[in-house]
């Protein structure tokens, strides 16, 4: 397609018009309008465009229309009142595109959602499209994902919607935003009253850009979802938003997937959800943290007898006994509670330890009393490890070395070396 010509302002209001004098294109079926202006652009028609007529979703991804495509499709859908979504991911669109698909938007008031990613908009299509959001009284959703879009995209977008109170969804994932862009998103957030779902993964947001959105939330009254993954977010990142928990009482999900926050970090985030009574998805996979800040996330969960989560994605973990017993635990208080982990077949394995055991002594129609009673020869309650290990073997019980060891830390609990078997009659 040969590069169309940058309009003026002034020439603007006749881009999207035919040849046809204005009571002629009233008379057109959309479907001849369309092809008329296919006709008129130098383009080709987009078969999929007049086979789904008259839809609400309207899904036009991957088929490369370019700026003029774009034109010819923004003259059919002027006066549409049938399509609320139109889909355009990935169709070259530049800023000439996304221009003629703005103006279309001043007149048609039926679409609501529109995805705009990777359509090579940059710095120039930001400000077409905050130009447009300035006065939005239609969108409310719109995906801006894989643009190029920088710190100073980020600010045209949060001056346009620091005061928006109709988007409700915007997606600007996969775009080079930084802390300057972070900070002008996080002041945006602080006063806007509108977006509930915000996307900034896979950008370069840290330091004091996560501080500011930190501090926006902190304010914030709408927004339910934060996507922060990929944003090398560490301490200081968990730190400003563990304060921040503290105070949101709207953000229902956090996704801080794929960051670099270790078990340090995880402390200081549960700072915040140690009090925190809103937020029900926490998604942490990919992150360096272990099965110690396993344990402190599903420990603060016990102890916030006010908690609202219900999902915590830790899917890339591996977790051991103790949070598996710990996880048993809170199941008996909160069943619908599901986490996301990865365990060992041998961790697996040796939590069986103690059915094995009760399972046969019950064979053999012995309480576990009987077993440490018949170790006790002088009746002190107590039996050295070792000799619990040699009866176990001595019984041929079918326990392995790994699952035998686990079952003497479980009786004997601070490393004593001897097992006080008293608080074990209630196993039986």
């Given amino acids: 397609m040969e590069k169309q010509e940058r309009h003026s302002g002034e020439e603007w209001d ?9 009571n002629r294109r009233q008379s057109l079926s959309r479907a001849e309008l369309y092809l008329k202006a296919c006709q008129q652009t130098g383009t080709s028609p987009v078969s999929s465009f007049l086979s789904h007529l008259g839809e609400a979703h309207l899904n036009l991804n991957y088929y490369g229309l370019g700026p003029l495509g774009a034109k010819a499709l923004a003259i059919a859908l002027q006066c549409d009142n049938d399509t609320t979504n139109l889909e355009l991911e990935h169709n070259g669109l530049q800023a000439e595109g996304v221009r003629y698909l703005m103006k279309m938007l001043q007149r048609n008031t039926t679409i609501c959602s529109l995805n705009l990613s990777s359509n090579q908009l940059h710095l120039e299509g930001a400000n077409i499209i905050s130009q447009r959001l300035v006065d939005n009284y239609y969108i409310q959703s719109i995906k801006l994902s894989g643009n190029d879009f920088d710190d100073s995209a980020a600010k045209c977008f949060a001056e346009a919607l620091s005061s928006d109170y109709v988007l409700k969804n915007l997606d600007l994932s996969y775009n080079k935003i ?31 850009g996560a501080v500011a959105l ?15 993954s990929y944003n090398n977010f560490g ?12 105070k949101n009482c709207t953000l229902v999900l956090l996704d801080l997937s794929s960051n670099n926050m270790d078990d340090q970090a995880v402390t200081l985030l549960c700072e915040g959800l140690a009090s925190n009574n809103t937020l029900s998805i926490l998604k942490f996979a990919s992150n360096p943290m272990t099965d110690s800040g396993a344990l402190t996330l599903l420990t603060t969960f016990k102890n916030n007898i006010n908690s ?10 591996y977790v ?10 809170v199941h008996q208080k909160s069943p619908a509670l599901t986490v996301r982990y990865r365990v060992l077949d041998s961790v697996i ?17 012995e309480t576990i009393m009987d077993f440490f009673q018949a170790l006790d020869k002088e009746g002190v309650m107590e039996v ?6 040699k009866a176990v073997k001595a019984a041929e019980i079918p326990l392995d070395q790994g699952q035998l060891i686990w079952l003497v830390k479980k009786f004997d609990k601070k490393c004593t070396a001897k097992i006080l078997y008293s608080h074990l009659a209630q196993l039986s």
Avoid: H
């Fill in 235 to 246: 301490y200081m990142e968990a730190k400003s938003l563990g304060q921040a928990l503290k």
């Fill in 214 to 228: 930190s501090d926006g939330l902190k304010v914030n009254s709408t927004l339910k979802e934060l996507q922060l």
């Fill in 178 to 208: 930084c802390d300057k862009g972070g900070k002008y998103l996080g002041d945006m957030i602080a006063t806007n009253i509108g977006i509930q779902v915000l996307n900034l993964s896979w950008n370069s947001i840290s330091a004091c």
């Fill in 384 to 389: 050295s490890t070792l000799a619990f290990m």
């Fill in 349 to 365: 394995r040796n939590l069986s330890a103690l059915d094995v055991f009760m399972r046969f002594l019950k064979e053999r129609n």
């Fill in 14 to 22: 006749t881009d999207l018009e035919t040849e046809d004098p204005q």
């Fill in 320 to 329: 051991y006994e103790n949070f598996l017993e710990l996880l048993e635990q």
């Fill in 308 to 317: 609202a989560l219900e999902m915590i994605d830790i899917s890339s973990v």
